[in-house]
C-alpha cells in the first residue's frame, strides 16, 4: 500500500508540472520567460483520488506577474460529466484577495480518470488531472434556499487574543438541513480561517474571525455565501482605550507634559500608535469665556509600552478642550490657561522614593503600600512669583484619609499627607482659590496591600480536549482584610504525566490582585490528572491547587445569535442567542442539557447624548461624561463580585454603595435542552434601562461521561434601534436624567 501511494504522489506531481497554467504568450516550449504583466492561471488539486466521502478542493491562482489578482471570474469544465460534478454546480468562482479561486469536486457514477479545465478571460487554460472512484450521486446537489450567518459573539476584544466563531446554516426550502454545500466566509477586516467551508450533516460550516496586529476599534461586516445566496453579521472590535493625564490648569508660557497611554482591551499598551492630538477651540466656561491659544504637536507616536508624552503650552488665557485619538478611540480634557502655575512638585510613598512629577519627561508615581504615609507637594506661582503666604488650598482623594482638608501656602508651596486602610487607586485633588481665580490638579497613585493571607486558584475551562488545547491558571491574591495584593511574585508549578505545558512559569499580580499561566495539554489524562499549583514567591507557605481534566471531547457546543433585539413588554427587553450541539463528525446532537449562564463582566458609567448630523437628529448614544468627545466613550468598570459567589466580600465594593456593582441585572433560562437538529434557543432578558450598560458573558457547558464541554460569549446588553431614533422620546432610563444606571463619571470607585 506504501509503494501504491508513494507512485501516486510521483504521478500526481508529474501531472501538476506537466499541466502548470496558462497564459497570454505562447513560450512555444522554448523556455522564454514570462513578461512581469502578463496573467497566469495555475491548478492545485487537494486530493487525485475522489470518492463520496473524499471529494477533492480544486484550486486556482490567478496572476499578474508576481501579483495576486482578486476578482477574477475562473471558470471549471470537466471533460466527462459522468465521472463527477462541481459545487456549485455552475462551476464558476471569483478569485479572493489572496488570488485564489475554489471549487469542490464531487465523485459521480461512472469510475475512471478524468481532466478538469480552468479558464479566465482570454488566458490560455490550465488542466489537472483526477480519478473518480463512481461511488457518488450525480443527481445533484440539493436546492439552497437559505443561508443564516451566525457570530458566537456580536463583540471581539481588540487586541487579538480572543477569536470568534462564525457559523453558517444551510437549508432547503422546507428549512431542511443540507450538506455538501460549499460556503465562502469573508470580511472586510481581520482575519477569517476558515475551518469547515463544506456544510456537514447538520448543515452547518464555519469559521473563525481574528484581530491579531489590528487593534483599531470599528465594527466589522462578515459574510457567508454560496450560489449567490448570503447573510451578513456585523462584529464590532471593542476595547481599546486613549487615556490622557495632565493638568486642567495652565500657566501662561508654561510647558505642561501630558501622559497619553495607548491600550489594548486587555490592557497591553499598543506600540508604534500614532496619536492625533488636537483642540475643540470652544470655550467650556458658561456663558462662553474667552477661547485660549495652545501650542502642541498635531501628533505623537507611543514607545514599546503604548505611552508617549506632549508638551503643551498655554499662550493666551481662556479655556479650550484638548482632544487625543488613536486607533478609533479617543478622549478629551478640558483646560484653563492662567497667569498662575498651579504644579506637583513633589511626592514621597513614605518608602524611600521621591519623585517630582512636574518634570519632563513625565515620572512614574510609585506605588505607596498601606502601612506607609503618602505625602504630595505642590508649588503655586503667578507670573513666576510665589503666591501670597497664606493662600488657601482644599483637598479631596477618592481613596485613603487626609492628615487635613486644607493648608495654606508657605513661600508657594502646600503639602497634603494622607493614608489609607484599603487597596486601589487614589485620585486626589488640590483646588485652590484667590479671589476669582480658582485652581486645581489631580495626581492618582496606588495604594496597595503587602501582606498575602489568601491565594485562590481557578482553571477556565477545567476540561479540555488533548493536542494543544489550553485552560487559563488564574490565581487571586488578597490580605487578612480582603485587600487584592499588587506586584506579587507567583510561581506555577504544574504536574503532569501526559506531556502537558504551562507558561510562564511565573507572573506578578497586577492591581486586581490577579495574575495567570496558560495551560497547553498533550495527551488525555485521567479525571482531574492535571494539577497546577500556584505559590507566592516570597512566602512559599500560601498556596492553592486547582486540577483539570484533558478529555476527548464527545460534543461540540456552537453559540452565535443575529443583529435584533425583541421588545418583550414595555419595560423589558428579550436578546435571543441560538446555541448548536454536534459531534465530532457534525451531526446535530439531540437531547443534550445544556447548563445556561449568564454572568455580568463589566458595567459602563456615563449618559446617552443626543448626535446630530448639522441641525439633523440622527440617534441617541450611549457615551461618556463629555459631551463633545469623538467618539464618546462610555467609562467600563469591572463586575465587583471578582469571585462570582454572589456574596459582598472584603475589598469587592469599589464604588462604596454598599452591593454588589452591576448585580445580576438578566434572566436565563438555567437549563435548556436540544431538539432534533441538535439546537436550542436561550432567551436572556433584561430591564430596557440596562442595555448599552453592562457586559455579558453567556457560559453554555453540559456533562458526557464525566466530560464538561462548554463555550462562552462575552455581548453588551443590546437597545432596540427603535428606541434610540426619536429625539423628542429619550432612551429608556432607571434614573434622574440621562445618566447610566451605574452614574455618570469617569471614576469606578463612586456612584457619581
Not at 464555519?206 to 476599534?217: G, V
Amino acid at each position: 500500500m506504501k509503494l501504491h501511494q508513494c507512485i501516486s504522489c510521483f504521478a500526481l506531481f508529474i501531472i501538476l508540472v506537466g499541466c502548470g497554467g496558462g497564459s497570454l504568450s505562447d513560450d512555444g516550449g522554448g523556455g522564454e520567460e514570462t513578461p512581469d504583466d502578463e496573467i497566469t492561471i495555475s491548478l492545485v488539486i487537494s486530493n487525485e483520488m475522489v470518492s463520496e466521502q473524499s471529494p477533492a478542493t480544486i484550486t486556482a491562482t490567478v496572476k499578474q506577474g508576481n501579483t495576486l489578482l482578486a476578482g477574477k471570474l475562473v471558470t471549471f469544465t470537466l471533460d466527462n460529466a459522468d465521472l463527477a460534478f462541481f459545487n456549485p454546480e455552475i462551476g464558476t468562482a471569483n478569485t479572493q484577495s489572496n488570488g485564489e479561486a475554489t471549487i469542490i469536486l464531487n465523485a459521480g457514477e461512472t469510475a475512471g480518470a478524468g481532466q478538469v479545465t480552468a479558464t479566465v478571460e482570454e488566458v490560455d487554460p490550465a488542466n489537472i488531472s483526477f480519478t473518480s472512484q463512481g461511488d457518488g450521486n450525480t443527481g445533484g446537489l440539493p436546492d439552497l434556499a437559505d443561508i443564516s450567518l451566525f457570530a458566537s459573539s456580536q463583540q471581539i476584544a481588540s487586541s487579538g487574543a480572543q477569536s470568534i466563531t462564525l457559523t453558517a446554516i444551510a437549508k432547503d426550502t422546507n428549512n431542511n438541513l443540507l450538506d455538501n454545500v460549499n460556503v465562502t466566509f469573508t470580511a472586510d477586516s481581520g482575519q477569517v480561517e476558515v475551518l469547515n467551508a463544506l456544510t456537514g450533516a447538520d448543515g452547518q460550516a464555519t469559521a473563525t474571525l481574528k484581530t491579531d496586529n489590528e487593534p483599531t476599534n470599528r465594527v466589522i461586516t462578515t459574510t457567508a455565501s454560496s450560489n449567490f445566496i448570503s447573510d451578513t453579521v456585523s462584529v464590532q472590535v471593542v476595547g481599546t482605550t486613549v487615556s490622557l493625564t495632565g493638568s486642567s490648569s495652565l500657566a501662561i508660557n508654561d510647558d505642561n507634559s501630558y501622559i497619553i497611554k495607548v491600550l489594548d482591551s486587555d490592557g497591553n499598551g499598543i506600540s508604534n500608535t500614532q496619536v492625533n492630538l488636537s483642540l475643540t477651540n470652544v470655550s467650556t466656561e458658561t456663558p462662553a469665556g474667552a477661547v485660549a491659544s495652545l501650542t502642541l504637536a498635531d501628533s505623537v507616536t507611543t514607545d514599546f509600552t503604548g505611552q508617549t508624552t506632549v508638551v503643551v503650552t498655554g499662550t493666551s488665557g481662556g479655556t479650550n478642550t484638548i482632544v487625543a485619538s488613536a486607533l478609533g478611540a479617543s478622549v478629551s480634557q478640558e483646560v484653563a490657561v492662567q497667569s498662575d502655575s498651579f504644579l506637583f512638585t513633589g511626592f514621597d510613598n513614605g518608602n524611600g522614593t521621591n519623585v517630582d512629577p512636574s518634570d519632563v519627561p513625565a515620572v512614574t508615581i510609585p506605588d505607596v503600600l498601606l502601612s506607609d504615609t503618602a505625602t504630595l507637594s505642590l508649588t503655586w506661582l503667578r507670573s513666576g512669583v510665589a503666591v501670597a503666604d497664606g493662600t488657601q488650598v482644599n483637598f479631596t482623594t477618592t481613596r485613603g484619609s487626609l492628615a487635613t482638608t486644607s493648608a495654606t501656602t508657605n513661600n508657594g508651596l502646600v503639602t497634603a499627607t494622607l493614608t489609607a486602610d484599603n487597596a486601589g487607586k487614589a485620585l486626589v485633588t488640590f483646588t485652590g482659590t484667590d479671589g476669582d481665580i480658582i485652581l486645581n490638579n489631580q495626581l492618582e497613585f496606588e495604594f496597595i496591600a503587602e501582606t498575602v493571607d489568601t491565594i485562590v486558584a481557578q482553571a477556565l475551562p477545567k476540561s479540555v480536549g488533548p493536542s494543544g488545547q489550553t485552560s487559563t491558571i488564574s490565581v487571586v491574591v488578597k490580605d487578612a482584610n480582603g485587600n487584592l495584593v499588587k506586584n506579587k511574585d507567583i510561581d506555577f508549578t504544574l504536574t503532569d504525566t501526559n506531556g502537558g505545558t504551562i507558561f510562564p512559569a511565573s507572573a506578578v499580580t497586577d492591581s486586581n490582585g490577579s495574575a495567570s499561566t496558560i495551560y497547553t495539554s498533550n495527551t488525555v489524562s485521567a479525571q482531574d490528572g492535571v494539577s497546577v499549583q500556584a505559590s507566592v514567591r516570597d512566602d512559599p507557605t500560601k498556596t492553592d491547587t486547582v486540577t483539570l481534566t484533558v478529555a476527548d471531547r464527545e460534543l461540540f457546543i456552537a453559540v452565535g445569535t443575529g443583529n435584533d433585539v425583541i421588545e418583550h413588554d414595555s419595560t423589558s427587553y428579550n436578546k435571543q442567542y441560538s446555541v448548536f450541539v454536534t459531534d465530532v463528525d457534525s451531526n446535530p446532537v439531540a437531547n443534550v442539557n445544556l447548563t445556561v449562564s449568564a454572568i455580568p463582566n463589566n458595567f459602563y458609567k456615563g449618559r446617552w447624548w443626543a448626535r446630530y448630523d448639522g441641525d439633523e437628529f440622527l440617534f441617541w448614544e450611549a457615551g461618556g461624561q463629555e459631551e463633545f468627545a469623538d467618539p464618546n466613550v462610555k467609562f467600563e468598570c469591572a463586575n465587583e463580585d471578582l469571585n462570582l459567589d454572589g456574596i459582598l466580600d472584603p475589598g469587592e465594593d469599589t464604588n462604596g454603595n454598599g452591593f454588589l456593582t452591576p448585580g445580576n441585572v438578566v434572566a436565563a433560562q438555567g437549563e435548556v435542552t436540544t431538539d432534533s437538529q441538535g439546537s436550542a434557543l436561550i432567551d436572556i432578558l433584561y430591564p430596557q434601562s440596562f442595555a448599552q450598560w453592562v457586559d455579558i458573558r453567556l457560559i453554555l457547558s453540559t456533562q458526557v461521561n464525566g466530560t464538561e464541554s462548554a463555550t462562552q460569549t462575552i455581548f453588551t446588553l443590546p437597545v432596540l434601534a427603535s428606541d434610540v431614533l426619536n429625539e423628542d422620546i429619550p432612551p429608556p432610563t432607571s434614573s434622574v436624567g440621562l445618566e447610566s444606571p451605574f452614574g455618570r463619571m469617569a471614576d469606578c470607585t463612586n456612584i457619581d
